[in-house]
């Protein structure tokens, strides 16, 4: 099982402490560093800056936002930055929601999400190949435009540069048991959102036709402290925001994903205080078992402890978001 680190995206502003980090895990021999998008900071540029401050490290998307960019030019950043860096990308890419989709980017969340995101993918792996124009009979991406509104005179194009891969890893942020299936058939690997080493048979059935060689990457915060209860407060924080905060009352996948591993009525009740504006209780619903399961957190021997089941499973790369650099460290000795 790889290491990762895995930074997210930026607050109020840019982290002073996401580039040190970076570094220090590559001089670790961690394998990957990754850096996400909300509404705010993008996902391409933090990583850019790392890749010109490092150079051997993997640079991972965790996650893009399809709506964010157009596959072509989600494309054009991927094989770009992997020239820059001498073929160290791994695009992970993810569609978000609807909050998100028609909120920020202001656009139709699709209806069909499985087809949006199995024609974006084609579309990649087309100019990633470059083995003609590309061209495609998508029902949300297709290529060249043919719309009511178009002038019909779009042609269909293949990308100037040469991608430096073809085989550039690509792998999709799913959450749904239909969506992680198709992510087996149509990717490279998957970013789980939440895992625990002790509920793998959540995901069985859905990850059972994946392939030799599929890379399976959850992010888990992991900090060393002697606190365990403080030290689970930023998960708690972060479920809270997320199963209450990042959906619809009606769809939110994040609570839904909760629910299935076994956490139905605590999901829905973090949920309820979160939209009733009670926020803080929300956060203080969340199971600590829950928080705990999906996390790496306590004394050294305790992590220690904890790492061992989540090697036992199928997880190829544990991607933390690892706060500081003693638990970087401390992480590394652990593992290599």
């Known amino acids: 099982m790889r290491l990762g680190l895995a930074l997210g995206y930026w607050g109020r502003g840019p982290d002073p402490r996401h ?22 900071s993008d996902a391409f540029t933090a990583l850019t800056w790392i890749a010109a401050h490092t150079s051997r490290i993997k640079l991972g998307t965790g996650i893009a936002q399809m709506a964010a960019r157009t596959p072509t030019a989600t494309a054009m950043h991927a094989l770009t930055l992997d020239h820059l860096s001498g073929g160290r990308v791994l695009l992970g890419l993810g569609l978000s929601g609807p909050q998100v ?33 590309v061209t495609a009979d998508g029902r949300f991406h297709p290529h060249p435009y043919q719309g009511p509104d178009g002038t019909g005179l779009g042609k269909p194009l293949k990308p100037i540069t040469h991608p ?33 080493p002790y509920r793998t048979e959540v995901y069985r059935e859905s990850l059972a036709d994946a392939p030799e060689g599929f890379l399976i990457a959850p992010m888990a915060r992991a900090v060393v402290c002697d606190d365990v209860a403080e030290g689970l407060l930023p998960v708690k924080a972060m479920l809270g925001f997320y199963i209450g905060g990042m959906g619809h009352a009606a769809r939110n996948f994040h609570a839904d994903l909760m629910a299935r591993m076994g956490f139905e009525e605590e999901a829905r009740r973090v949920q309820r205080l979160f939209l009733e504006g009670r926020k803080e209780e929300a956060v203080l619903a969340v199971p ?43 992480l590394a000795e652990l593992s290599f």
């Open 19 to 40: 580039l040190e980090l970076a570094r220090e895990a590559e001089r670790l021999g961690y394998d990957s560093v990754w850096t996400a998008e909300a509404w705010g």
């Open 101 to 133: 989709v028609e909120g920020w980017y202001g656009r139709p969340f699709p209806e069909s999400p499985l087809t949006a995101t199995r024609e974006y993918v084609d579309v990649i792996r087309q100019v990633l190949a470059r083995k003609g124009p």
């Open 164 to 196: 430096l891969r073809a085989d550039l890893p690509i792998l999709l942020g799913a959450e749904g048991p239909r969506n992680i299936a198709q992510t087996t058939r149509i990717a490279d690997g998957w970013l789980p959102l939440y895992w625990s």
């Open 288 to 330: 600590d078992a829950f928080a705990d399961e999906i996390s790496l957190v306590g004394p050294r021997e305790r992590i220690a402890a904890r790492l061992a089941a989540w090697r036992e499973g199928p997880v190829t790369d544990l991607l933390v978001t690892a706060p500081d650099l003693r638990t970087l460290r401390i």
